[in-house]
């Protein structure tokens, strides 16, 4: 597969979750999938998503920049929304905050096989006046 | 300029920044270079990378990915070093920490041009014992 085809596949990805279509999360995700070199598996991928979307009801991805190089694709990922209760162990409580995840897949047969995440959860602490 | 040789600048890029090579640093960095959207500028940048190492003796740059589709690069840094006093904000004060950095570069010309970083605090403060 292509730089191209693997944009356009991770594009798919992303629409995927803003659908919260998760009967096809499988097509994009392999079932041994690895989050942050822990072994997660195609169900806790999910269950991961699920919770986030319970915890913050507008969740929406955004793509603000993608770089594919296969078998590998970089993105950085937008987040304009309004968390219920805590969000990475920050009060939120239903404010409007705004930030970025820096994040990068490794794919294999067509499927996400590794996640590397970094979320910028300074940028919400800064946004709620907390000190780090 | 194709992928390949956008990678191997990139390495040299980092290269110069292990050597802590200021002089040289012009060379991979524009003049107006801007950092998570401000205008910091190749002297502003300089000077943020030998602030870095006057804080972190043993800082040192290790890429662990790297994905290059011209004119943008992203890359996920590693880092194990012992920072003096404060990090991020969180009193590390010698202790030894391990972090993630995901960052995106766009290229103009041969040089970084913009640069959108994301740095894993949290797994400082984790490993510092700090809540967050």
């Given at each position: 597969?292509?730089?191209?085809?693997?944009?356009?596949?991770?594009?798919?990805?992303i629409?995927?979750?803003?659908?919260?279509?998760?009967?096809?999360?499988?097509?994009?995700?392999?079932?041994?999938?690895?989050?942050?070199?822990?072994?997660?598996?195609?169900?806790?991928?999910?269950?991961?998503?699920?919770?986030?979307?319970?915890?913050?009801p507008?969740?929406?991805?955004?793509?603000?920049?993608?770089?594919?190089?296969?078998?590998?694709?970089?993105?950085?990922?937008?987040?304009?929304?309004?968390?219920?209760?805590?969000?990475?162990?920050?009060?939120?409580?239903?404010?409007?905050?705004?930030?970025?995840?820096?994040?990068?897949?490794?794919?294999?047969?067509?499927?996400?096989?590794?996640?590397?995440?970094?979320?910028?959860?300074?940028?919400?602490?800064?946004?709620?006046?907390?000190?780090?």
């Amino acid at each position: 597969m292509g730089g191209e085809d693997l944009s356009r596949l991770y594009r798919d990805y992303i629409d995927c979750l803003n659908r919260q279509d998760w009967p096809n999360l499988g097509r994009f995700v392999a079932d041994d999938v690895r989050y942050n070199d822990a072994a997660l598996g195609l169900a806790g991928y999910r269950a991961m998503l699920e919770r986030d979307f319970a915890a913050i009801p507008d969740l929406r991805f955004e793509i603000r920049l993608l770089v594919a190089e296969p078998p590998q694709v970089a993105s950085r990922l937008w987040f304009d929304c309004t968390p219920k209760g805590e969000l990475f162990g920050l009060p939120v409580d239903g404010r409007r905050v705004r930030f970025a995840e820096n994040v990068f897949y490794a794919f294999r047969e067509g499927r996400i096989a590794a996640v590397w995440s970094v979320i910028d959860a300074a940028a919400v602490a800064a946004q709620i006046g907390r000190a780090p």
